[in-house]
């Protein structure tokens, strides 16, 4: 395994560990906040964005040439 796949398998399951933490801590929020169906849907909505771009990122890499 060279350094530059270490480093892209790591930056993967860090963000990812970091994604799990993020909807550990807005689930806390949501439920000690009383936001509701709706606020806690925005919120969550929100989160899937910023995940979904960050997987977005990655598959455009594998199509576009370096």
Do not use: D
């Not at 925005?42 to 964005?49: G, P």
């Amino acid at each position: 395994m060279s350094i530059a796949q270490f480093e892209e398998l790591s930056l993967t399951l860090g963000i990812g560990g970091l994604v799990l933490l993020m909807v550990f801590i807005l689930y806390q929020l949501c439920k000690e906040s009383n936001a509701g169906g709706f606020g806690t849907f925005v919120i969550f909505f929100a989160l899937a964005m910023g995940v979904f771009g960050f997987a977005v990122k990655s598959v455009i890499r594998l199509f576009l040439p370096v």
